[in-house]
């Protein structure tokens, strides 16, 4: 009987040793991937907020893009502004009457005379000038230059 006990506690040892070696497996096995978890959790973040943060940057140049178009588009459309005036000023040069010249450009007569003394005003004593400045243009509601049409 001793020899039956003795290998029963041999083999009770040998499978508690099993049983701790695939503990401590585990263990080392969870420990590894808790710090894989961790790592990938950390690169998640990391990615985020990159992402986040070159957005940002891709939001801001398109905002300075947008304001400078908008500014490019002011300054082309008030010189197309001065320009028209411009040729209204021409138009009464040939002899024409502030109503005629209004009725042709669809303006009141109010604003072709407004025009047409914005010129006068600016020219030296005698002569017209052909091209009114910008800050004398027509500007509407929203500061943005444009024609007062009446239809």
Same mark, same amino acid.
Do not use: W
């Given at each position: 009987?001793?020899?039956?006990?003795? %290998?029963?506690?041999?083999?009770?040892?040998?499978?508690?040793?099993?049983?701790?070696?695939?503990?401590?497996?585990?263990?080392?096995?969870?420990?590894?991937?808790?710090?894989?978890?961790?790592?990938?959790?950390?690169?998640?973040?990391?990615?985020?907020?990159?992402? =986040?943060? =070159?957005?940002?940057?891709?939001?801001?140049?398109?905002?300075?893009?947008?304001?400078?178009?908008?500014?490019?588009?002011?300054?082309?459309?008030?010189?197309?502004?001065?320009?028209?005036?411009?040729?209204?000023?021409?138009?009464?040069?040939?002899?024409?009457?502030?109503?005629?010249?209004?009725?042709?450009?669809?303006?009141?007569?109010?604003?072709?005379?407004?025009?047409?003394?914005? %010129?006068?005003?600016?020219?030296?004593?005698?002569?017209?000038?052909?091209?009114?400045?910008?800050?004398?243009?027509?500007?509407?509601?929203?500061?943005?230059?444009?024609?007062?049409?009446?239809?």
């Amino acid at each position: 009987m001793a020899l039956t006990k003795n %290998s029963r506690a041999a083999a009770a040892r040998s499978k508690a040793a099993e049983l701790a070696r695939a503990a401590q497996s585990r263990e080392a096995e969870l420990l590894r991937l808790a710090g894989e978890y961790f790592i990938e959790k950390g690169e998640a973040g990391a990615v985020e907020a990159d992402a =986040k943060a =070159k957005g940002l940057e891709l939001i801001e140049a398109a905002k300075k893009r947008a304001q400078d178009l908008e500014a490019d588009a002011f300054f082309a459309a008030a010189e197309h502004e001065v320009n028209a005036n411009a040729v209204l000023v021409k138009m009464l040069a040939t002899g024409a009457s502030i109503e005629d010249v209004a009725s042709r450009v669809e303006l009141s007569a109010g604003s072709v005379r407004k025009i047409k003394k914005a %010129s006068t005003d600016k020219a030296p004593k005698g002569e017209a000038v052909a091209e009114v400045p910008e800050h004398e243009v027509l500007a509407g509601t929203d500061g943005h230059a444009q024609s007062e049409h009446h239809g």
